[in-house]
């Protein structure tokens, strides 16, 4: 089949190149010229894993290819998919449909056959309602369905669930559509991954429900954290007592510096705004999203109490700033709200991340960027683990110790334990829903 794909961000990019990969002919479509420059070199704009040689293998291939032009892209084409941005609207929460409606008028523009509109990006239930309309004030008598195909790709992991994934959820409303959709995704269907179809809504609203229970899984478990602390239980293990409950599952319940990233902050926002607008106040994500906040705020406490009180005049090494470990995505990470408060309470702050100096550079000023842990903790009053790459999690804790002003850890993701951190020489550690011990407010 032939599939144009409008949006060559991080779904619109990974969709297109797994798609081709399937043996599908896909053409990726952007406005930025920079972009299809980059992508026609063969480099990718975003970094996730294996993404690169995939897409290098299916262009080599003759099945995939890049264009500033839309109208080329559809010529032809069987299925649009919209995968452009949704960010969150200033001033209430809900997401910007703007791109998408934008895309919607060139779409039925440059459109002469019968094709399946595909939104792949997030957007509110009934947006795809409001799509078809769009499409067809544009051009009355253009033959065309909707469908809602929404992605539940993790950053970092991205080609093994779109290959692997644990369903596929598409909403149509015709036979028609269906039937496009199911020739799309063949290849999964007959490994039986499951296909789950539904009507429009129920396919927008599964996205968003998703994201929101997800959000609230590490949220509550964070809150746990905070009361482990004030009762001196070990968060680790009861996330292990509890995760061993089948109705529970073991995913998600790790405590942490609050969730960040593109979607959970975004969406847990704009499924909020949809329960206000519709009558129905969404009382638990709103107020995972206010938990989540209080989270991130507290890991700036615990720094500052581990360093005495004050970071006025100290030097802190910050190891990980991207939300999450295998990508660069610095968008709503915990980090952005950590870092500048360490540096405006008077502290030099260096920053260690594999993958986080080109979003991180602006996002972060007056940080300090370094290539090596070691060396950025070199006469560093505190180090602050705060996301978990494999490389910090394999740390030379005595080297580590051995090369600091004051050997003091916040190990904000649990990596290590306080043995562990004793053993190697720290004078101080503290973590999040642990025992602790040295300077701070909960220690031996």
Known sequence: MKIAMIGTGYVGLVSGVCFSDFGHEVVCVDKDPRKIQMLEAGKVPIYEPGLESLMAKNVQAGRLTFTENLKEAV???EAVFIAV???????DGHADLTYVFAAAEEIADSLDHYAVVVTKSTVPVGTNRRVAEVIAKANPDLDFDVASNPEFLREGAAIDDFMRPDRVVVGVESDRAAQVMAEIYRPLFLRDFPIVTTDLESAEMIKYAANAFLAAKITFMN???????????????????????????????H????????????DTKALARIGQ?????????ETVIGVNDETKRRMIDKVVDMCGG????KTIAVLGVTFKPNTDD???????????????????????????LAEGEALLPGAHWFEDAYKAAENADAVVLLTEWNEFRALDLKRLAGCMNTAAMADLRNIYSPSDAKRAGFSAYCAVGRRGFGTGEWHD
Do not use: W
Request: with cysteine; glycine share 20%; hydrophobic share 35%.
């Open 310 to 313: 004050g970071v006025s005049g």
């Open 75 to 77: 010529t032809g084409a």
């Open 330 to 356: 610095m968008r709503d990470a915990p980090s952005l709200t950590i870092v500048p408060a360490l540096i405006g309470g008077g502290a030099t702050v260096r920053v260690v991340d594999p993958q986080g």
């Open 85 to 91: 941005g949704t960010p969150t609207r200033r001033g």
């Open 277 to 285: 607008e519709n009558g129905m106040a969404m009382q638990i994500t």
């Open 223 to 253: 809150e746990i954290a905070a009361l482990c602390e004030r009762v001196d239980a070990d968060v680790k293990q009861v996330s292990k007592g509890i995760g061993l409950d089948g109705r529970i599952g073991n995913k998600f319940l």
């Open 255 to 266: 405590a942490g510096p609050g969730y960040g990233g593109s979607c959970f902050p975004k």
